[in-house]
């Protein structure tokens, strides 16, 4: 019986040993992975920078109308390597512990500032709606950075006219900040993996408007790790509507 007792623990301290290997080989492969991406990401700013400067020179050196047309096209695709590889430098930084530096933010002037800076750049009917004021505590710079992915979003699933709402409303304790468009909407089967990486709904369309397949990914990470939720809803043919949720910051008084 002694021995059996032995046997079993010497097997299970066995187990526990291969298993801390076996998790700390898991580690090394994913720091390794995000190490290279990273490095990767940065080595790339260079020449993506280098290559647009003479695509740049070649299309308004007044050669005939295709090279001019091929110059562009060169230059549509280096931006959109170029934000792929900032994008990619965003999701590994996310994995980092000090990601986030919070500070409190009130609401109202970070939606009315999201729709001044985004209607310019797109013929859409814009709408703001702001029915609740409050303050949140977030990383501005990165919540805003979420909310421009999904701005980004509506814009490319809306046509010329199409109407985009941003607005706040309270739902308790909860400030929630909304984007809201009357585009061509996801298909249900499509919604559960809005926000994993890479994701593309109708990919050739989302090319075609240099999408990348990471920005929605990377609103997700951004609004979790600011203790946030997101989530979506769509009807195919109707619209699309993105909620971020975010707990008030606390009062303070005088």
Same mark, same amino acid.
């Given at each position: ?7 079993h ?10 298993a801390r ?14 190490s290279f ?6 080595e790339l ?17 007044g050669?005939d109308g295709?090279?001019?047309?091929d110059?562009?096209?060169?230059l549509?695709?280096?931006g959109r390597?170029?934000?792929?590889s900032e ?8 994995e980092?512990p000090g990601?986030l530096?919070t500070? *409190?933010? #009130?609401?109202?002037? !970070?939606? +009315?500032?999201?729709?001044? /800076? ?6 859409? @009917? ?13 990383d501005r ?15 490319n699933?809306?046509?010329e ?5 941003v607005?706040?409303?309270a *739902?308790? #304790?909860?400030?929630? !900040?909304? +984007?809201?468009?009357d585009? /061509? ?5 499509d919604l @559960?993996r809005?926000f ?5 709904i ?9 999408g ?5 990914s990377?609103a997700s ?10 989530r979506?809803?769509?009807?195919p043919?109707v ?7 975010l ?8």
């Amino acid at each position: 019986m002694f021995l059996a007792m032995v046997w079993h623990a010497h097997r299970r301290q066995s187990a526990i040993e291969e298993a801390r290997r076996h998790a700390e080989s898991e580690h090394r492969l994913v720091e390794g992975q995000r190490s290279f991406v990273r490095d990767a990401s940065h080595e790339l700013r260079t020449p993506i920078t280098v290559a647009r400067g003479h695509a740049e020179l070649i299309r308004d050196s007044g050669l005939d109308g295709q090279v001019a047309k091929d110059a562009g096209v060169v230059l549509d695709e280096l931006g959109r390597l170029s934000k792929l590889s900032e994008r990619l430098l965003i999701l590994t930084a996310a994995e980092d512990p000090g990601f986030l530096s919070t500070a *409190d933010i #009130e609401v109202e002037p !970070l939606v +009315v500032g999201l729709m001044r /800076r985004w209607s310019p750049t797109a013929l859409r @009917a814009w709408q703001v709606r702001v029915t609740a004021e409050g303050t949140i505590r977030a990383d501005r710079e990165r919540l805003e950075t979420a909310l421009d992915a999904l701005m980004e979003n509506a814009v490319n699933a809306t046509e010329e006219g199409g109407t985009i709402l941003v607005g706040c409303r309270a *739902d308790g #304790e909860t400030l929630v !900040l909304e +984007v809201t468009d009357d585009g /061509r909407g996801i298909r249900a089967g499509d919604l @559960a993996r809005v926000f994993e990486r890479f994701s593309r709904i109708e990919p050739d369309r989302a090319r075609g408007n240099g999408g990348t397949g990471l920005g929605l990914s990377i609103a997700s990470r951004i609004v979790e790790g600011n203790g946030g939720v997101i989530r979506v809803r769509s009807t195919p043919g109707v619209g699309t509507a993105f909620t971020v949720e975010l707990p008030q910051a606390p009062w303070k008084g005088s």
